[in-house]
């Protein structure tokens, strides 16, 4: 197996581990709910479960300021050795916390805890695997390369939705929120020795090794918003399309059960959805090193304005089933997720790459992923059931009004001094 090809495998199947333990939070928090919130603050028991998976994000972005200038100047690779090894025990705590009936309040303040970690060990992974890809991929393989890691990131979701889905079906709604909730979590800290093991193989990158980068100096954030800022603000409109799409789906069972009224077969649903967003996100990737990136970016945010925010009013008429509701939106997102990660990336000089990708995708998923579940659920609690589909449309309107001046580079030579 050739370096790239390789590389691109531990990668995708690395970032498809971790974030299935990022994302079991949501997909598991009528359980986490009932468990760790059981008496109502006020703002309902479902409402803490979101605010601690927004907890997450935030810690996510807030160390990624020191953590992702790190990243430009010791190497990637010593920082995903200790990400996943702080996933891992953080993910495993989650899985053995008592509950609030045995430990009272102490229990949500561990689960706090818990989450926190996880974002920590998140905060470098899918910005800095798409700058280490990137690396080693030839300009004409670079959306294809990075476009696998993004499917990768999808698929963990695939996984997690199919996980819950096993467990509903095998032990039953009473026996999930009792004990069984736990499984998932117990698996995602044993399957993080495997991406342990598979991180130690990997080498530095190219570009990152090269004389011309080891010569440059890195930049702070806060050069970075002072020379770059309109690249940043790219950055951040383009990650925000992918994490507000991606908080959308992860809302869905909740959605269909609290707002649709339907049965458990609902994690089925999330299954069949990230399937398809996955699928279409690499053949759209592969299809941006052929036709460029702002194509992409462009008709998927037009579909996305044009057609989500009905497909929404039809679902909740009846009109529609959720697949056929939620299918504009994964078409035209995967157009988005095909493009994005390797549109970033070009944003950039290599000296400040690291820094800016993350700090571009970690602020985006912050704001726009993590806060996005307590938000939809607040405008549906107070009877915007359209929201779900608005939101979506909104971040896909800043997007595509920050394209029209934006040059696509998908064909440059990706090297130290661009």
Same mark, same amino acid.
Not at 237 to 242: V, Y
């Given at each position: 197996?050739?370096?790239?090809?390789?590389?691109?495998?531990?990668?995708?199947?690395?970032?498809?581990?971790?974030?299935y333990?990022?994302?079991?939070?949501?997909?598991?928090? !009528?359980?986490?709910?009932?468990?760790?919130?059981?008496?109502?603050?006020?703002?309902?028991?479902? @409402?803490? *479960?979101?605010?601690?998976?927004?907890?997450?994000?935030?810690?996510?972005? +807030?160390?990624?300021?020191?953590?992702?200038?790190?990243?430009?100047?010791?190497?990637?690779?010593p920082?995903?050795?200790? #990400?996943?090894?702080?996933?891992?025990?953080?993910? =495993?705590g989650?899985?053995?916390?008592?509950?609030?009936?045995? +430990?009272? !309040? +102490?229990?949500?303040?561990?689960?706090?805890?818990c989450?926190?970690?996880?974002?920590? #060990?998140?905060?470098?992974?899918?910005?800095?695997?798409?700058?280490?890809?990137s690396?080693?991929?030839?300009?004409? #393989?670079?959306?294809? /390369?990075?476009?696998?890691?993004?499917?990768?990131?999808?698929?963990?979701?695939?996984?997690?939705?199919?996980?819950?889905?096993?467990?509903?079906?095998?032990?039953?709604?009473?026996?999930? !929120?009792?004990?069984?909730?736990? %499984?998932p979590?117990?698996?995602?800290? /044993? $399957?993080?020795?495997?991406?342990?093991?598979?991180?130690?193989?990997?080498?530095?990158?190219?570009?990152?090794?090269?004389?011309?980068?080891?010569?440059?100096?890195?930049?702070?954030?806060?050069?970075? @918003?002072?020379?770059?800022?309109?690249?940043? &603000?790219?950055?951040?409109?383009?990650?925000?399309?992918?994490? *507000?799409t991606?908080?959308?789906?992860?809302?869905?069972?909740?959605?269909?059960?609290?707002?649709?009224h339907?049965?458990?077969?609902?994690?089925m649903?999330?299954?069949?959805?990230?399937?398809? =967003?996955?699928?279409?996100?690499? $053949?759209?990737a592969?299809?941006?090193?052929?036709v460029?990136?702002?194509?992409?970016?462009?008709?998927?945010?037009i579909? $996305? $304005?044009?057609? /989500?925010?009905?497909?929404?009013?039809?679902?909740?008429?009846?009109?529609?089933?959720p697949?056929?509701?939620?299918?504009? =939106?994964? %078409?035209?997102?995967?157009m +988005?997720?095909?493009?994005?990660?390797?549109?970033?990336?070009? =944003?950039?000089?290599?000296?400040?790459?690291?820094?800016? *990708?993350?700090?571009?995708?970690?602020?985006?998923?912050?704001?726009?992923?993590?806060?996005?579940?307590? &938000?939809?659920?607040?405008?549906?609690?107070?009877?915007?059931?359209?929201?779900?589909?608005?939101?979506?449309? %909104?971040? #896909?309107? *800043?997007?595509?009004g920050?394209?029209?001046?934006?040059?696509?580079r998908?064909?440059?030579k990706?090297?130290?001094?661009?």
């Amino acid at each position: 197996m050739n370096l790239t090809l390789r590389l691109t495998v531990v990668t995708s199947f690395c970032v498809t581990l971790e974030f299935y333990n990022f994302t079991l939070l949501i997909f598991l928090a !009528n359980a986490i709910s009932l468990n760790f919130f059981p008496t109502p603050f006020g703002i309902g028991n479902i @409402m803490p *479960v979101f605010m601690v998976f927004f907890a997450g994000y935030l810690a996510r972005f +807030i160390v990624g300021l020191i953590y992702s200038h790190g990243g430009d100047q010791p190497g990637r690779k010593p920082y995903y050795i200790h #990400s996943t090894v702080l996933m891992s025990l953080s993910t =495993l705590g989650i899985a053995l916390i008592p509950g609030h009936d045995i +430990i009272g !309040n +102490i229990a949500p303040l561990l689960l706090l805890c818990c989450r926190l970690i996880q974002g920590v #060990s998140f905060v470098g992974e899918v910005p800095g695997f798409a700058v280490f890809a990137s690396g080693y991929s030839r300009k004409n #393989s670079r959306g294809r /390369v990075t476009g696998l890691i993004v499917s990768s990131l999808t698929f963990s979701n695939i996984l997690a939705s199919g996980a819950v889905w096993f467990i509903h079906s095998w032990f039953g709604e009473q026996a999930v !929120n009792t004990w069984a909730w736990r %499984i998932p979590f117990v698996l995602g800290a /044993v $399957i993080g020795l495997i991406s342990l093991w598979l991180r130690y193989s990997l080498a530095e990158t190219p570009v990152f090794e090269s004389p011309g980068h080891a010569k440059r100096k890195t930049l702070p954030v806060t050069s970075l @918003m002072k020379d770059y800022r309109s690249q940043m &603000l790219r950055g951040v409109s383009l990650a925000a399309a992918p994490a *507000v799409t991606t908080s959308v789906l992860l809302f869905m069972p909740r959605f269909q059960q609290q707002y649709l009224h339907q049965p458990t077969s609902r994690f089925m649903g999330s299954f069949v959805f990230f399937t398809i =967003l996955a699928t279409l996100s690499f $053949i759209f990737a592969i299809l941006s090193d052929r036709v460029g990136r702002l194509p992409l970016i462009r008709y998927g945010s037009i579909m $996305i $304005i044009a057609t /989500v925010p009905a497909s929404t009013f039809f679902l909740l008429n009846g009109i529609i089933n959720p697949v056929m509701a939620l299918l504009p =939106l994964l %078409i035209a997102q995967g157009m +988005i997720n095909g493009a994005y990660e390797s549109s970033m990336v070009k =944003l950039f000089p290599a000296g400040a790459r690291y820094t800016a *990708v993350a700090f571009c995708h970690n602020l985006a998923f912050c704001i726009f992923g993590g806060a996005t579940p307590m &938000l939809l659920e607040w405008l549906c609690n107070n009877g915007w059931l359209l929201s779900p589909g608005l939101w979506p449309a %909104i971040a #896909s309107f *800043v997007l595509m009004g920050l394209s029209l001046h934006w040059k696509d580079r998908y064909q440059d030579k990706l090297n130290p001094e661009i």
